[in-house]
């Protein structure tokens, strides 16, 4: 490697308000962004390239939190490396606490499905093995992982490996990040019983064993075993249908299902699971090719059976694991709430006898599901501002009636690229122009405030965002003649934007020619229905494909618009403050933003 030069596609370099140094570890790139903070690629004393996951502001300053991520990571450190990326540092003291582990240089589970589609059958198996093996020496430790998922599951050279084992409970138990009716993980993957209306039992690891079920499902098929159009739905299938397991066939699929079950006393433990894997008798073919691909997959498998088990430490039986009235469900970048309604009081979980064949859970049952979801920020990012005046220029094009809503947004179900709440500073954050007479603050809302007429983009993510994306966000009109702005295919200062008035919504183009001006390509009316102003809120939704943007509020169609700029295609999403045509130079101007959530559109 050419000295400074950073590893991996995945590293992407450090952001101006990033620091530089974390302990005795020096920063030298960015790996990801998740529920707990953002990591790092770092380099010790000795030139050792390392993971270095600093926990983000609001958990720093949780006592509660720099506890239980204190008992957790002195347990993840028991844990040995068959199959696992090693916990190596940790400091819960430091003004912003971190966790130091293994620096596993390759793609995840998730990553490697989304791009070239479901495993081979000798992938597969090595991935099966793989999170197995890991499971059985978390389990053996005495942890619980609590969110294994594809994303957690890194495709390295020599064997896969899981991160992020263990860590989750500090998280879910905190005052900081959850309330008495919610819990974390990540609703493709939670077992059933997380979902009882009376959680008198503590987790146990055969919640990590269903986990292990749809990921491996997932990564033969590419789809989750209990895909739904939304997480309520998704949970719904979890509790009352079988898995889908189209795609895998043999063994593998039986010993898929088998870990599926919905009591947790019939599924298989993870010890049971590696030994069936690695016999011969699921696939042997398979199973040889697995690890002649991965040289150093067999000899973590027989040293991970090799491992005492013991009894994990069973988990605190906290409030958080309920269903009323809503159910968390958090991925790297964020924590997802979803109201379901809940099971009768008389579904409580069967005491459990003794004999392990005879034992049944008791299924809750889900009564009526609906969606809303309210998404969370869950990282320290500090973002550049990108900023430039801009004005109408030319003739309105004609204005398009809206139509009668008959066509209406479908969200999708897997974790968004990009989200959060904007309800504090995350991927978005404060920004102010004294010359400028213009800010983005922070009220439970991110606010976005002019005091003259003009243009003024918020602080936010540098993500590069597909060209064909779907994004939502609510917005709020809090000052008479104020316009939400959402910028999207956004490089530097030329982009598309989209503009939503009381009266209006344009879609135009920022900055053609370098003039910097706003070119209105279409205009909808929204006629008899205007937006209103505060506390009134809109949900809008943009879909791009190819050249046309489709405009929703509230999730029904209002039109589609043209993209006329070929060159304009993957950049980032912004959101700011414009104002409605012919509006006084003075202000103030206003408008409010909650709840943002992009994903690749489909």
């Given at each position: 490697m050419?000295?400074g030069?950073?590893?991996?596609?995945?590293t992407?370099?450090?952001r101006?308000?990033?620091?530089?140094?974390?302990?005795?570890?020096?920063?030298?790139?960015?790996?990801?962004?998740?529920?707990?903070?953002?990591v790092?690629?770092?380099?010790?004393g000795?030139?050792?390239?390392?993971?270095?996951?600093m926990?983000?502001?609001?958990?720093a300053?949780?006592?509660?939190?720099?506890?239980?991520?204190?008992s957790?990571?002195?347990?993840?450190?028991?844990?040995?490396?068959?199959?696992?990326?090693?916990v190596?540092?940790?400091?819960?003291?430091?003004?912003?606490?971190?966790?130091?582990?293994?620096?596993?240089?390759?793609p995840?589970l998730?990553?490697?499905?989304?791009?070239?589609?479901?495993?081979?059958?000798a992938?597969?198996?090595?991935?099966?093995?793989?999170?197995?093996?890991?499971?059985?020496?978390?389990?053996?430790?005495?942890?619980?992982?609590?969110?294994?998922k594809p994303?957690n599951?890194?495709?390295?050279?020599?064997?896969p490996?899981?991160?992020?084992?263990?860590?989750?409970?500090?998280?879910?138990?905190?005052?900081a990040?959850t309330?008495?009716?919610?819990?974390?993980?990540?609703?493709a993957?939670m077992?059933?019983?997380r979902?009882?209306?009376d959680?008198?039992?503590?987790l146990?690891?055969?919640a990590d064993v269903?986990a292990?079920?749809g990921?491996?499902?997932y990564?033969?098929?590419?789809?989750?075993p209990f895909?739904?159009?939304s997480?309520?739905a998704?949970?719904?299938r979890?509790?009352?249908?079988?898995?889908?397991?189209?795609?895998?066939?043999?063994?593998?699929?039986?010993?898929?299902?088998?870990?599926?079950?919905?009591?947790?006393?019939?599924?298989?433990?993870?010890?049971e699971?590696l030994?069936?894997?690695?016999?011969?008798?699921?696939?042997?073919a398979?199973?040889a090719?697995?690890?002649?691909?991965?040289?150093?997959?067999?000899?973590?498998a027989?040293?991970?059976q090799?491992?005492?088990?013991?009894?994990p430490?069973p988990?605190?039986?906290?409030?958080?694991?309920?269903?009323p009235?809503?159910?968390?469900?958090?991925?790297?970048?964020?924590?997802?709430t979803?109201?379901?309604s809940?099971?009768?009081?008389?579904t409580?979980?069967?005491?459990r006898?003794?004999?392990?064949?005879?034992r049944r859970?008791?299924?809750?049952a889900?009564v009526?599901?609906?969606?809303t979801?309210?998404?969370?920020?869950?990282?320290?990012?500090?973002m550049?501002?990108?900023k430039?005046?801009?004005?109408d220029?030319?003739?309105?094009?004609?204005?398009?009636?809206?139509?009668?809503?008959l066509v209406t947004?479908?969200?999708?179900t897997?974790?968004?690229r990009?989200?959060?709440?904007?309800?504090?500073?995350?991927?978005?954050?404060?920004?102010?122009?004294?010359e400028?007479?213009?800010?983005?603050?922070?009220?439970?809302?991110?606010?976005?405030r002019?005091?003259?007429?003009?243009?003024?983009?918020?602080s936010?993510?540098?993500?590069?965002?597909?060209?064909?994306?779907h994004?939502?966000?609510?917005?709020?009109?809090?000052?008479?003649?104020s316009?939400?702005?959402?910028?999207?295919?956004?490089?530097?200062?030329?982009?598309?934007?989209?503009?939503?008035?009381?009266?209006d919504?344009?879609?135009?183009?920022?900055?053609?020619?370098?003039?910097?001006?706003i070119?209105v390509?279409?205009?909808f009316?929204l006629?008899?229905?205007?937006?209103?102003?505060?506390?009134?809120?809109?949900r809008?939704?943009?879909?791009?494909?190819?050249?046309?943007?489709?405009?929703?509020?509230?999730?029904?169609?209002?039109?589609?618009?043209?993209?006329?700029e070929?060159r304009?295609?993957?950049?980032?999403?912004l959101?700011?403050?414009?104002?409605?045509?012919?509006?006084?130079?003075?202000?103030?101007?206003?408008?409010?933003?909650?709840?943002?959530?992009?994903?690749?559109?489909?």
């Open positions: 050419v000295d030069a950073l590893p991996g596609e995945r992407q370099p450090l101006k308000a990033d620091p530089r140094t974390l302990g005795d570890y020096e920063l030298v790139g960015r790996l990801g962004e998740g529920g707990m903070g953002t790092y690629l770092a380099r010790t000795g030139g050792v390239l390392v993971a270095v996951k926990v983000r502001a609001d958990l300053h949780d006592d509660e939190f720099r506890r239980r991520f204190r957790e990571v002195n347990r993840a450190r028991q844990v040995p490396p068959f199959c696992t990326a090693e190596i540092d940790a400091d819960p003291d430091h003004e912003s606490p971190y966790l130091v582990v293994e620096y596993v240089d390759g995840t998730a990553e490697v499905v989304e791009q070239r589609g479901p495993l081979t059958s992938n597969l198996h090595g991935v099966a093995i793989g999170v197995a093996t890991a499971l059985t020496a978390i389990h053996g430790a005495g942890v619980i992982h609590r969110d294994l994303r599951v890194l495709l390295a050279p020599g064997s490996k899981v991160i992020d084992f263990g860590i989750a409970r500090a998280m879910e138990a905190t005052s990040n309330r008495t009716d919610q819990m974390v993980g990540t609703v993957y077992a059933p019983e979902f009882a209306s959680a008198d039992e503590p146990t690891p055969a269903f292990w079920g990921v491996v499902a990564a033969g098929t590419g789809h989750t895909y739904a159009d997480p309520p998704m949970a719904a979890i509790l009352t249908q079988p898995p889908k397991l189209d795609g895998l066939s043999g063994p593998l699929r039986d010993l898929v299902a088998h870990a599926l079950e919905k009591d947790p006393a019939n599924r298989p433990s993870s010890r699971l030994d069936l894997l690695i016999s011969g008798k699921q696939r042997p398979a199973t090719a697995a690890f002649a691909d991965q040289p150093d997959l067999r000899a973590a027989v040293e991970a090799a491992v005492t088990g013991v009894a430490e988990s605190v039986s906290l409030p958080t694991l309920s269903i009235p809503g159910l968390v469900g958090y991925d790297e970048n964020s924590i997802v979803v109201p379901i809940a099971p009768p009081a008389n409580r979980p069967a005491p006898p003794v004999d392990r064949q005879g859970w008791a299924m809750p889900l009526a599901v609906f969606v979801a309210l998404v969370a920020g869950a990282v320290l990012v500090a550049e501002l990108r430039d005046d801009g004005r220029v030319g003739a309105a094009p004609p204005t398009s009636p809206a139509p009668t809503p947004i479908s969200t999708p897997e974790p968004p990009v989200q959060d709440t904007l309800r504090r500073p995350a991927l978005w954050t404060a920004t102010e122009y004294a400028e007479t213009a800010k983005c603050y922070f009220a439970d809302a991110l606010i976005a002019r005091e003259r007429a003009g243009v003024f983009k918020c936010g993510p540098l993500d590069e965002i597909p060209a064909d994306m994004v939502e966000v609510t917005a709020r009109l809090n000052t008479t003649g316009c939400a702005a959402i910028w999207f295919r956004n490089n530097g200062k030329v982009g598309y934007q989209a503009r939503v008035c009381e009266k919504i344009y879609i135009g183009l920022h900055n053609r020619d370098g003039d910097g001006k070119k390509i279409k205009t009316s006629g008899d229905s205007p937006l209103g102003l505060a506390p009134a809120a809109v809008i939704g943009l879909i791009t494909r190819g050249e046309s943007v489709e405009v929703y509020r509230d999730g029904a169609l209002i039109g589609t618009a043209p993209l006329t070929r304009l295609q993957e950049g980032r999403v959101l700011g403050i414009y104002n409605a045509r012919d509006v006084p130079d003075i202000g103030p101007y206003e408008v409010a933003y909650t709840d943002v959530k992009i994903w690749d559109a489909k």
